[in-house]
């Protein structure tokens, strides 16, 4: 009963240096799906520095990476299109059978072997995985912004982040019809506290460059900080109501980062939300079933 790990890597390769080593030990298999021609989503382009490769060979002491190279830019398709595209293409590389899980590059699995405990558990969602596939979620905490000494942190709210599969089979980046069972574990994704060349960049290459006024929310993004954190309000970019607050978090490195988030009990998903989201993935199965939703 494997667990294989893909990693897509592209223009933010180095936060695999934080989020790799977090899945490494629990991980059978792990594979890295990375652009011949180092080019992104959208048609940009984007290097590695040589030392990555070398930092990754002496990670790699029971030999369970492997790089997959292959042509995931695609111009006819949209952004969102080609990430969906090369999760499709990544799983082929992976092989059918057992459990595949996609995290990416700034996604941080605080207690990943805890969630490989329950995929273990589990071997009855291997047995005949096309007649009854399913998708294992989590939930993100968002990073937002460095600030001197730490970073702002999107509070009282937890993004869904499908993880798992026994049948791969995406539709929009990692979400697919696959049935889902939710699981009250957090991930801390960095998805947004970089520097500003690094957003700017980001905004034009990634997937969702065209579901939300990219100049908006980078105004908004570069003017946050400590001093004007608490009068941000529902400025989740794609749902609007989505991110209720920030909240600020001080520590040297992530390490420390995770610790002081540890205190303020933003890392513990409440369980009673599980409510919620199942009650939604009724309703999501159900317009899936007989109005053919893709979501």
């Given at each position: 009963m494997l667990i294989k790990v893909g990693f897509l890597v592209s223009y933010d390769y180095e936060y695999l240096r934080i989020s790799l080593p977090l899945v490494y030990k629990e991980a059978d298999f792990i594979g890295l799906a990375i652009d011949q021609q180092r080019r992104t989503w959208n048609g940009g382009t984007f290097s590695i520095d040589d030392s990555f490769f070398d930092w990754l060979h002496?990670?790699?002491?029971?030999?369970?990476i492997s790089i997959y190279e292959d042509d995931f830019y695609d111009p006819a398709l949209t952004a969102i299109e080609n990430d969906s595209r090369e999760r499709n293409m990544l799983a082929q590389f992976m092989e059918k059978g057992g459990w595949h899980v996609q995290v990416d590059a700034d996604e941080y699995f605080l207690n990943f072997a805890t969630f490989a405990s329950w995929l273990?558990?589990?071997p009855q969602w291997?047995?005949?995985?096309?007649?009854?596939?399913?998708?294992?979620?989590?939930f993100l905490v968002v990073l937002y912004k460095k600030i001197p000494g730490g970073f702002l942190y999107?509070?009282?709210n937890y993004d869904l982040c499908v993880l798992a599969t026994n049948f791969p089979r995406y539709n929009i980046a990692r979400t697919g019809i696959n049935k889902r069972i939710f699981l009250p574990q957090v991930l801390l994704h960095q998805s947004w506290a970089?520097?500003?060349?690094?957003?700017?960049?980001?905004?034009?290459?990634w997937g969702h460059t065209i579901d939300f006024n990219t100049s908006s929310h980078f105004r908004l993004w570069k003017n946050a900080s400590e001093e004007n954190y608490k009068t941000y309000h529902d400025f989740?970019?794609?749902?609007?109501?989505g991110w209720q607050s920030l909240g600020a978090v001080k520590g040297e490195d992530m390490n420390?980062?995770?610790?002081n988030l540890n205190k303020t009990g933003v890392l513990q998903f409440p369980s009673?939300?599980?409510?919620?989201?199942?009650?939604?993935?009724?309703?999501?199965?159900?317009?899936i079933r007989f109005f053919g939703r893709k979501y």
């Open positions: 002496a990670i790699d002491v029971d030999r369970k273990r558990a589990h291997l047995d005949d995985p096309a007649s009854n596939p399913v998708d294992i979620c989590a999107v509070n009282e970089r520097n500003e060349d690094e957003i700017s960049f980001k905004f034009a290459n989740h970019p794609l749902k609007g109501s420390s980062i995770i610790h009673r939300l599980l409510i919620k989201w199942r009650l939604k993935e009724i309703k999501r199965q159900f317009m």
